[in-house]
Structures are given as structure tokens and as C-alpha cells.
């Protein structure tokens, strides 16, 4: 196995970070998950474009154009002979001695690495629970930042509790998940928290999106409230590693129950029909 360090591939056990490298020391940094699928990376394009994006936030120097970053991303997938399963490309804003305040000029090291898996088809089907709790992390959730402690304290906190995902809050407006995206649909509407600072646009949650309007679906992004999540008709979530999984029930702080309906159903056959660009049976 391969990692990618700079532009070069080399083995695992090659790569050196330096200690007072500021991912290492402040999580000053960006990332990406890239799902590959028989070989083949889905909305690579889309990703590297966030990835770019995230980092203009930061004031970050890219050291190299997306093309570019595509290609070693590419490549990265061929020498490990990636089939199905993910890709990790991150970007920190490099070494210098420890200090908070950043240069603007800073060179930014790139690494990443592949590992096999596969979609959980058995979640798609059945559903997963989730549990809801308070959103705790900070005011620039846009940004695709290597500093996720709300995001793991709340995954930890789910698990806890027998649950796959947390969903988070901000006084009683539902943000998304601790690694997804959250949707709901009550008569036939489908909904999500907008595309603000307070989540990440999810390069899934943008593809159900244009689904549906394919599809005649109504999609409204808008916030919604503890009790509109209470009163949905489906509830699902999204993510590049989860594709649309069905929630069957909440925990925490709302108990509730959902069956899978055909709205989820559809979007989620959809995106697998985009993914594998065939019918999924
Ligand atoms: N929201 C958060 C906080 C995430 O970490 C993720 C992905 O990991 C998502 C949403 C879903 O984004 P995407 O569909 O691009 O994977």
C-alpha cells in the first residue's frame, strides 16, 4: 500500500511529519473522502472543487490546480489497486515552529491514502437509528476542517447509545449529521438545513438534491425545528461513505419512530443508479 505525501507515492511507513507540523498541532487543515467504485471515483470533480474552496476559507496555498490533484488522486487509487472503497486526501498548512498566528505563504503539505471497503448495503436496506443531541462545534462548519472534536464527540455519544449517527441541534434548529447530511419529507416535500455556515454541503446532499428535481420531487432548503423532524413522514441521511440511509428511529433527546418510505426509496436507487451508472436492482 501506497500513500501520497507531496506529489511522490510512497510507502506508509516513508512518510514523515513533522512534529510541529500545524495539522499536528492545530488541526489547521482540510480534507476529502472520495468513494471509489469498481475502480472508478464518483463526483471526484465535485470534491476537489470543495477541497479548494475550503481551502480559500483558510487562506490556504494550494500546490497544485485540481487538475492536478485529480490525477494524483487517480493515480494514488491505481497503485494500490483500489477496487471498492475510499480515498483521503488532506492538505495541513505545513511546518514552522508552533505558533497560532499563520503566514499566508505557507507551504502546505498534502497527503493521503486509500482503503478498501464497500457501501453498507445491509444499512441501506434496514435503516439505522441515530440520536439527537446538541450541535456543539463552531460557526464554520462549511469549511471541510481536519478539526471535527464536536463532530466526534457526538459520533462517540451516538454509539454510546446504540446508535450509528448523531444528529445535531442548535436550540431546537436541526443542523446535520456528526458526518452527514440530514433530510426529512412530510408530504411528499423533501427538506434540509440551507447551505450556510452551520454545515457542510455535502457533495451527496447536493446530488439527491438535483435527483429530486429530476425526479418531480420538491426540495425546500430551509431550517427545521425538534418538532418538524418529530412529525416527518421519512427521514434519512447522507454522506459520500453512507450514499441515502434511511433513519428508522431517534434517540436522545426525541424519541421517534420512521418507517422507510418511497421517497427515500426512490432518491436512494437513484443516486445508486447515478453511482453505477445502470439500473440498481
Ligand atoms: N456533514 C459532515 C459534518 C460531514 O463530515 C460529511 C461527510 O463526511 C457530510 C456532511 C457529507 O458530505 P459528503 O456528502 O460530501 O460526503
Redesign the pocket.
Known sequence: EFVLYHDQYVKKQDAVIDMEDRGYNFGDGIYE?VFVYGGKPFAMKE?FE?FISSASKLEMQLPFDAARFVELTEGLIQKNDLKDGMVYVQMTRGASPRNHLYERDMKCLVTGFTRHMKPPEDLHKAGIRVYLTDDIRWLR?DI?SLN?LG?TMAKRLAADHNCHEAIQHRDGTVT??????LFIVKDGILKTHPANNL??N????QVIMKIADEQGITVEEAPFTIDELSDAHEVFI????MEVTPVIQIAGQLDAHYEIGDVTRTLQNRLKKKIHGSAHI
Open positions: 473522502v470534491h470543495r462548519c471541510k471535527l463532530n446535520e449529521g456528526s458526518s452527514s447530511n454545515i457542510l455535502g457533495i451527496t446532499r447522507s454522506s459520500t461513505t
